[in-house]
């Protein structure tokens, strides 16, 4: 009786196994580079204009700096070592020879086909770059259309997919003398002389917000009228869907997870928003009267006061609260970032500006970089700016 079940498994088996190898054999072909540059584990926030990434266990960061515009520093999340991107023997790293040097308004940081990618806008033009991952073999790109980034230039995406360039952001442009905020979304080929394709573009725009999951590139808009717009582009066909959209204006967001088949709204501090990609559903976790901050992959985290965060499952239920005291910030005379999380851990820039007889003085401020243990409830300082 379990005879014919049997040989079918086994022929059925035998055929998948057909399929797989012909299939690798066709992935053996396609050209590099290939792939994405988002990697799983990757939910550093978009608000801060992507000058932070992480990627194989190291967080790459573009950080102001007093003497030169902008400096690449790599930092070793598991140990808390951190160093310039430089690679060059006998450097100090302060120069313009430095190779972790950016003497521009350098953003977007991405990590696709074991190289670095980043913008940087020199004047007239913005260029996109590309160097090794140690910082070495620095290369110049493409030119990029500065009328193409003027309408991405706010809370904007970059991602690469497939050796097209993808970014996406708002911008104002000027009609009849009234200012219109807009957002763009468009690709552009990694070849020296290629041309930028508008893939998508809508006005009365507060924020969007946009993040890879495979071939795809879902953007969140939140409206100037705080109504909301949730959409997908296939990144191959370059064609863009509306997935969502509800004119209420309640919406109000600072960044956009993709993770597994959920799109996550967080950031604002109102409440957390979780679109079902399978079901098309949208759900605010959370208690009435409770405000979440900021999402993990499975946990809320809320500044309930200053020096203060309680943290929340999913499903809004208190899991633990505590003081926010990375070593060396218990007088609590500083600021905080969220940069972002790498699967347990969150990571928050601390901000500490010089004062001079009392006054908070012109200076740029000391950026140092504290990590939070959501498993361990555990505060460390990965990277530590202060004298
Ligand atoms: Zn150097």
């Not at 559903?281 to 203060?308: N, W």
């Not at 969150?346 to 009392?358: E, I, K, T, W």
Request: with cysteine; charged share 20%.
């Amino acid at each position: 009786m379990n005879t014919l079940p049997n040989k079918l498994f086994k022929r059925s088996a035998v055929i998948a196994l057909l399929f797989a190898l012909l299939f690798c054999i066709g992935c053996n072909t396609v050209t590099t580079p290939n792939g994405t540059s988002e990697t799983y584990g990757n939910r550093l926030m978009l608000a801060t204009n992507n000058t932070a990434f992480y990627y194989d266990g190291i967080l790459y960061w573009l950080k102001d700096t007093e003497t030169i515009s902008h400096k690449l520093y790599c930092i070793d999340v598991s140990t808390g070592e951190a160093m310039p991107l430089c690679g060059k023997p006998e450097c100090s790293h302060d120069s313009a020879s430095c190779n972790a040097y950016i003497d521009s308004d350098g953003r977007g940081l991405v990590v696709y086909g074991e190289k670095l990618y980043w913008i940087s806008n020199f004047s007239p033009a913005m260029y996109l770059w590309c160097s090794d991952l140690d910082g070495g073999n620095r290369q110049k790109v493409m030119e990029l259309d500065k009328d193409t980034e003027n309408l991405t230039s706010d809370s904007k995406f970059m991602g690469i997919y497939d050796g097209k360039l993808f970014r996406c952001g708002c911008g104002s442009l000027v009609n009849e003398g009234n200012p219109i905020k807009s957002m763009l979304l468009y690709s552009q080929p990694l070849q020296s002389g290629s041309e930028p394709t508008r893939l998508y573009y809508a006005e009365n725009v507060l924020r969007v917000f946009s993040r890879m999951s495979g071939n795809k590139l879902y953007f969140a808009i939140i409206r100037s009228d705080f109504g909301l717009e949730l959409c997908v582009c296939d990144m191959d066909s370059g064609e863009v869907e509306v997935l969502y959209s509800d004119s209420n204006s309640e919406y109000d967001a600072q960044d956009l997870l993709a993770i597994d088949d959920r799109l996550i709204l967080h950031g604002s501090g109102i409440a957390v928003y979780v679109y079902s990609i399978t079901d098309g559903s949208l759900t605010t976790i959370g208690k009435e009267g409770c405000e979440y901050d900021y999402v993990t992959d499975s946990k809320l985290y809320d500044v309930v006061s200053r020096g203060y965060y309680r943290l929340y499952d999913m499903d809004g239920e208190l899991i633990s609260d505590g003081a926010i005291d990375p070593p060396g910030f218990a007088d609590g005379n500083y600021y905080t970032h969220y940069i972002g999380c790498v699967d347990d851990t969150m990571y928050f820039m601390f901000l500490v500006y010089p004062q001079s007889n009392g006054q908070i003085s012109l200076s740029p401020p000391q950026e140092s970089i504290a990590a939070f243990n959501t498993e361990t409830l555990e505060w460390s300082l990965v990277f530590d700016d202060r004298e």
